[in-house]
């Protein structure tokens, strides 16, 4: 958020996603963990983030890479220690960077203590109320209770063994087997997570990122999904009493706690709902990552987001990757550029150099917009989906439980490159065990150190654009208005005195009038914007209501 803005934080932040797996490993054990966050942590202090939102990094077996949380109240020895995390959090803030902490409260582990005693109790365990567990349809109760499909492809419902070894009841899990849905009409479940909050933020963390924020609350009757007919787990009302809870919790600290939802709604309306003022502060753009590179495209996205955040007072969030989807240079290089689950296929082509490029664009786009912006880690660097992992290296569920039509999302969390000339590129210590996926050769060029002092680099562009974007007024929170330009131009004003132009279509296109070119994307032909490429202007205010501004 830029100085002048004295609005609460996280309306104007940057925020920078930090995979912890995949970060830097301290311990040399080929796995990512504190002590590699806190080596490092002077790379998010040189980007210039305002804040850092750690991935799951709780006790787990690791079923979904830590979205399978055995103890929302303790870190995996993986990782390290709770007081390397607490150490973690006072560095960041020295720095003046926030933290965030990623919650997991549709699910938890199988290895949770709860789901162990429910398992361990029998039919008549009370811990089996903490869950969803049902008998099983059919005269042997060998059916599933419903026939709902999964978030990650394949059954929601696996079959449980009685103590005395005959077949039991089944459970309910959207995400894999893994990972039992909790009860949220159960006041233990409702009280459990409200003291999870209130551990991280005595901790003194800034922000929770609240994973499947939509999924809490069930349809009890557990009937099947029909058209026309409302959903039995997604979007149900009865979330935002959830929210409303936990608001006034974050409410009772100071220093503007914030509550951040991943929230997967097409619909603008519904997903605003979560956004009111005494809910969630923000929640993940999902609509403009998964959009087209495309103008009218991209501007009916920012115009259907702007105009949902308006009316409940919310910042916009403006999100390009993250961990669960394909690294956008390799989306914008493919003949389809949007993104969706469904669409995910092995081996389709895409041409890196022209999805870099746009990359690049995209990037001033998206931090010239209002309301905050988030960085996945490795996206400042420029990297690829990595499609060419072996088969038997594969480690998310998705792969296998989509029937390995899904490529999973181990290609965009692959461990990042720091250093030298071949892996693991700096991302372990010398002598260490090998990555626990492996680096492609080729991201020689994308370490942190060869893209270091290189103005052409993508790390580089991303540098000067949050250092301009701090200093200037004119960004972070805040309106905009669109100004005219050709066909397949996006070119938008912010106040005072900052314009940014985005050329996809085709040809050069002219710059606007202007006193000073502050940052481009790629390299300019005199006066002319080339195709794929961005560029931040200072310009003078556009004279009111002009034709073509919205
Ligand atoms: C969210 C996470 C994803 C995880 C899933 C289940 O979508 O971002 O990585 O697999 O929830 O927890």
Redesign the pocket.
Known sequence: MSPADDGPWWRGAVIYQVYPRSFADGDGDGVGDIAGIRSRLDHLSALGVDAIWFSPWYPSPMA??G?DVADHRDIDPVFGTLAEAEALVAEAHALGIRTIVDV?P??CSDAHPWFQAALAGGPDAPERELFWFRPGRGPNGDQRPTDWVG?FGGETWTRTVNPDGTPGDWYLHL?APE?PDLNWDHPGVRAEFEDILRFWFDRGVDGIRI??AGLLVKDGTLPETRPGRPHPFRDLDGVHEIYRDWRRIADEYPGDRALIG?VWMPDRQRFANYLRPDELHAAFNFDFLGCAWDASALRESIDGTLSAHAPVGAPATWVLS???VTRHVTRYGRADTTFSFAAKREGTPTDLELGTRRARAAALLSLSLPGAAYVYQGEELGLWEVEDIPYELRQDPMWERSGRVDPG?DGCRVPLPWTGDEPPFGFSPDGAAAPWLPQPADWKDRTVRAQTGDATSMLELYRMAIRIRRADPALGDGTMTWLPAPDGVLAHHRRPGFTCLVNLSDVAVPLPPHTERLLASGPLDDDLLPPDTAVWLRTAEPTPAGPGTA
């Open positions: 979904d890479a979205y997991v549709n699910h978030e995400f990972q994973d499947s991943e993250n961990h669960d999302r």
